[in-house]
C-alpha cells in the first residue's frame, strides 16, 4: 500500500478507536492482559463487543501509547502481511522517544490477513511492543497457532452481555442489590429484555432486534465462506437456517444431511465445525466417559443467542428452548465440561456437568414448573441420571422462584433454582 495513504487511514482509525464514549463494562480480568508482555489473543462471535472491551483496557492503561489498525475496514481491502513493516514504519514515527511509557498495539480482525502472525510476533519479540490482537475465529486459540506465536500468548473469549453484567451496568454495585428481595422486580425486567432483545450489545441496548439477519449474513459469508473459500454457499445458509430453527434440539445427521443435499456426513461434519469455529451455533455431544460411546450418542446445536436464531429462522423458540439456551451458553461461558444425556429409558437431562474434582451434576432447565406432568418428567429424568451415573447434585433452573405447593411435589434431594440464581445475578441460598 502507499506510505501516504495508509499514513492517513491509521489516523482515521486512531481518532475513532480512542474517543471517549459510554460503554457496559465487561466482567473480565483486564489487568491480566494489560499488565502482561504476552501477546493477547481476544476471539469471539461477530458484534460481541470485542473492540469495546479493548477500549475498556485502554482505560484501565492511561501510561500506555496506543496505536490502532481495524483489518475489517473497507479502506484496507488490498493490506497484505507486507504491510505490517509500512505500519511498523508509521508508528515508529509517532513514539515519543522520550517517554519511557509502554507501546501497544491494537489489530482489530486480524485473521483477515494471511501470514499475520509472523508479524505478530515480530512486534512483540523485536520491537517490544505489548500486542493485542482480536479474531471472530476461534481456530485462532489451535496448537498451531501456540507454536507460530512461540506460546507467548494469552487468551480471551468474549461472549456477549451476561445478564450480570447487564444488572451491574443498571444497578450498579451487585452488593447493592444482590440480597435485596425488593429489587426482584427490576432484576426480572432485565431478564425479559434479554429474552425480548437477545444479549448481544447493540440489540439490547438499543432494543431492537434488526441486526440480527445481518449479523447472521455477516458471520455466515466473511467468516466461513469468504475464510474457507466455500464455492456452492447455498447448502451451508440452507444448514444455518435449519439450525437455527431447530435450535437446542437433536440433530439427525442423516436426515439433516438428505434435507440440504449435502453428498455426505464429512460435509456436514465439516460445515458444522465452520459454524463452530465462527462462534454461531455450538455442538453438544451426549454425555459418556466413553468416547466411542459419546461420538455414537449424537449431538445437539445451541446458537450463541436464542433470539438471533429466533430472527434468522422467522419464528418464535419455545421459552423453554430460549432459557435452556442461556443456561447452555452460561456453561460454556464458564468453561465447564458438559453434554447432555439420554437414560435407559429415553428420558433425557438437558446437561451432565463435571465438576472440578471429578463430580457431576445434572442439569434440566425449565422455564416453567407449575404443571404436575411438566413436574413429573423433570424428575423422573433427573433420577435416573442418579442411577445410572451415580450423581449427587440434582438441580432445575427454572424462570422464577417456584411457589411452596410446587416445592412439596419435588423431592428434596432435586435443587429448585431460578435462572437469576444460575446467571450469578441473585445469590442462591
Given at each position: 500500500?502507499?506510505?501516504?495513504?495508509?499514513?492517513?487511514i491509521?489516523?482515521?482509525?486512531?481518532?475513532?478507536?480512542?474517543n471517549?464514549?459510554?460503554?457496559?463494562?465487561?466482567?473480565?480480568?483486564?489487568?491480566?492482559?494489560?499488565?502482561?508482555?504476552d501477546?493477547?489473543?481476544?476471539?469471539?462471535?461477530?458484534?460481541?463487543?470485542?473492540?469495546?472491551?479493548?477500549?475498556?483496557?485502554?482505560?484501565?492503561?492511561?501510561?500506555?501509547?496506543?496505536?490502532?489498525?481495524?483489518?475489517?475496514?473497507?479502506?484496507?481491502?488490498?493490506?497484505?502481511?507486507?504491510?505490517?513493516?509500512?505500519?511498523?514504519?508509521?508508528?515508529?514515527?509517532?513514539?515519543?522517544q522520550?517517554?519511557?511509557?509502554?507501546?501497544?498495539?491494537?489489530?482489530?480482525?486480524?485473521?483477515?490477513?494471511?501470514?499475520?502472525?509472523?508479524?505478530?510476533?515480530?512486534?512483540?519479540?523485536?520491537?517490544?511492543?505489548?500486542?493485542?490482537?482480536?479474531?471472530?475465529?476461534?481456530?485462532?486459540?489451535?496448537?498451531?497457532?501456540?507454536?507460530?506465536?512461540?506460546?507467548?500468548?494469552?487468551?480471551?473469549?468474549?461472549?456477549?452481555?451476561?445478564?450480570?453484567?447487564?444488572?451491574?451496568?443498571?444497578?450498579?454495585?451487585?452488593?447493592?442489590?444482590?440480597?435485596?428481595?425488593?429489587?426482584?422486580?427490576?432484576?426480572?425486567?432485565?431478564?425479559?429484555?434479554?429474552?425480548?432483545?437477545?444479549?448481544?450489545?447493540?440489540?439490547?441496548?438499543e432494543?431492537?432486534?434488526?441486526?440480527?439477519?445481518?449479523?447472521?449474513?455477516d458471520?455466515?459469508?466473511?467468516?466461513?465462506?469468504?475464510?474457507?473459500?466455500?464455492?456452492?454457499?447455498?447448502?451451508?445458509?440452507?444448514?444455518?437456517?435449519?439450525?437455527?430453527?431447530?435450535?437446542?434440539?437433536?440433530?439427525?445427521?442423516?436426515?439433516?444431511?438428505?434435507?440440504?443435499?449435502?453428498?455426505?456426513?464429512?460435509?456436514?461434519?465439516?460445515?458444522?465445525?465452520?459454524?463452530?469455529?465462527?462462534?454461531?451455533?455450538?455442538?453438544?455431544?451426549?454425555?459418556?466417559?466413553?468416547?466411542?460411546?459419546?461420538?455414537?450418542?449424537?449431538?445437539?446445536?445451541?446458537?450463541?443467542?436464542?433470539?438471533?436464531?429466533?430472527?434468522?429462522?422467522?419464528?418464535?423458540?419455545?421459552?423453554?428452548?430460549?432459557?435452556?439456551?442461556?443456561?447452555?451458553?452460561?456453561?460454556?461461558?464458564?468453561?465447564?465440561?458438559?453434554?447432555?444425556?439420554?437414560?435407559?429409558?429415553?428420558?433425557?437431562?438437558?446437561?451432565?456437568?463435571?465438576?472440578?474434582?471429578?463430580?457431576?451434576?445434572?442439569?434440566?432447565?425449565?422455564?416453567?414448573?407449575?404443571?404436575?406432568?411438566?413436574?413429573?418428567?423433570?424428575?423422573?429424568?433427573?433420577?435416573?441420571?442418579?442411577?445410572?451415573?451415580?450423581?449427587?447434585?440434582?438441580?432445575?433452573?427454572?424462570?422464577?422462584?417456584?411457589?411452596?405447593?410446587?416445592?412439596?411435589?419435588?423431592?428434596?434431594?432435586?435443587?429448585?433454582i431460578?435462572?437469576?440464581?444460575?446467571?450469578?445475578?441473585?445469590?442462591q441460598?
Amino acid at each position: 500500500m502507499d506510505k501516504d495513504y495508509l499514513k492517513r487511514i491509521l489516523a482515521d482509525e486512531q481518532q475513532l478507536f480512542t474517543n471517549n464514549i459510554n460503554y457496559l463494562k465487561r466482567d473480565v480480568d483486564i489487568k491480566t492482559h494489560s499488565r502482561s508482555t504476552d501477546i493477547s489473543v481476544i476471539t469471539g462471535v461477530r458484534r460481541c463487543g470485542k473492540s469495546t472491551l479493548l477500549k475498556q483496557i485502554v482505560d484501565c492503561s492511561p501510561e500506555t501509547q496506543w496505536f490502532y489498525i481495524d483489518l475489517e475496514s473497507p479502506r484496507l481491502a488490498t493490506f497484505t502481511s507486507d504491510d505490517f513493516d509500512l505500519c511498523d514504519q508509521i508508528w515508529r514515527e509517532r513514539i515519543d522517544q522520550s517517554s519511557s511509557r509502554v507501546i501497544a498495539v491494537v489489530i482489530d480482525e486480524v485473521q483477515n490477513v494471511e501470514g499475520w502472525e509472523r508479524w505478530i510476533r515480530y512486534f512483540s519479540e523485536k520491537r517490544r511492543y505489548k500486542v493485542f490482537v482480536t479474531g471472530s475465529n476461534s481456530e485462532m486459540l489451535s496448537s498451531e497457532l501456540g507454536t507460530a506465536l512461540g506460546g507467548r500468548y494469552i487468551t480471551l473469549e468474549l461472549f456477549p452481555f451476561s445478564f450480570k453484567e447487564v444488572a451491574v451496568h443498571l444497578l450498579g454495585d451487585p452488593a447493592n442489590w444482590q440480597d435485596r428481595t425488593e429489587l426482584h422486580p427490576q432484576i426480572n425486567t432485565i431478564l425479559e429484555q434479554g429474552f425480548d432483545f437477545g444479549l448481544f450489545p447493540k440489540p439490547f441496548l438499543e432494543r431492537s432486534k434488526a441486526l440480527y439477519p445481518h449479523l447472521f449474513q455477516d458471520i455466515v459469508t466473511r467468516d466461513i465462506v469468504k475464510r474457507k473459500r466455500i464455492r456452492k454457499s447455498v447448502q451451508l445458509i440452507e444448514l444455518g437456517l435449519l439450525l437455527a430453527r431447530d435450535n437446542t434440539r437433536l440433530l439427525n445427521a442423516a436426515a439433516t444431511s438428505k434435507l440440504i443435499e449435502l453428498d455426505d456426513s464429512r460435509t456436514l461434519t465439516k460445515y458444522l465445525t465452520y459454524f463452530e469455529d465462527a462462534y454461531l451455533f455450538f455442538r453438544l455431544r451426549s454425555y459418556s466417559r466413553s468416547r466411542r460411546k459419546q461420538l455414537r450418542g449424537g449431538s445437539k446445536s445451541y446458537c450463541i443467542d436464542s433470539v438471533l436464531a429466533d430472527e434468522v429462522s422467522a419464528q418464535r423458540q419455545r421459552v423453554t428452548n430460549a432459557l435452556e439456551n442461556m443456561v447452555h451458553l452460561e456453561l460454556r461461558r464458564h468453561r465447564k465440561t458438559f453434554g447432555f444425556w439420554i437414560s435407559s429409558n429415553g428420558y433425557e437431562v438437558d446437561f451432565i456437568v463435571e465438576n472440578q474434582y471429578g463430580g457431576l451434576s445434572a442439569i434440566q432447565a425449565c422455564y416453567d414448573l407449575s404443571s404436575p406432568e411438566t413436574i413429573s418428567r423433570e424428575v423422573r429424568a433427573l433420577l435416573a441420571a442418579q442411577r445410572e451415573l451415580k450423581i449427587t447434585e440434582l438441580i432445575v433452573v427454572t424462570r422464577d422462584f417456584v411457589q411452596r405447593r410446587t416445592r412439596e411435589l419435588i423431592p428434596d434431594k432435586i435443587k429448585i433454582i431460578s435462572l437469576a440464581q444460575f446467571l450469578g445475578v441473585i445469590r442462591q441460598e
